[in-house]
Nanobody, 115 residues
Framework: VQLVESGGGLVQAGGSLRLSCAAS????????MSWYRQAPGKERELVAA????????NYADSVKGRFTISRDNAKNTVYLQMDSLKPEDTAVYYC?????????WGQGTQVTVSS
């Protein structure tokens, strides 16, 4: 299983970024996917998740209405569209999948939101 995130960067408050996570090594369309983030000195937290076919999503309260998770099963990729970014969204963002009761993580992509 391999997960590779991309799309992070530096953006001003109020701006947008779109993160991508390219997956390989498993049947992508059969598994739910999720995005987590970890800010300095804080625990890793769930940001958003999406079911295998994309029919159901859920979000952390802190990002509801601003972030959108989606997936393209033909491209084995999950996305996180982040709008109206705030400085408190600054973190390393990771995608995660649980395959056969084991969690797999990508290497993370840094998102920095300046005020």
């Amino acid at each position: 299983v391999q997960l590779v995130e991309s799309g992070g960067g530096l953006v001003q408050a109020g701006g947008s970024l779109r993160l991508s996570c390219a997956a390989s090594g498993f049947t992508f369309s059969s598994y739910s996917m999720s995005w987590y983030r970890q800010a300095p000195g804080k625990e890793r937290e769930l940001v958003a998740a999406i079911t295998s076919a994309g029919g159901s999503t859920n979000y952390a309260d802190s990002v509801k209405g601003r972030f959108t998770i989606s997936r393209d099963n033909a491209k084995n990729t999950v996305y996180l569209q982040m709008d109206s970014l705030k400085p408190e969204d600054t973190a390393v963002y990771y995608c995660k999948v649980k395959v056969r009761w084991r969690d797999y993580w990508g290497q993370g992509t840094q998102v920095t939101v300046s005020s």
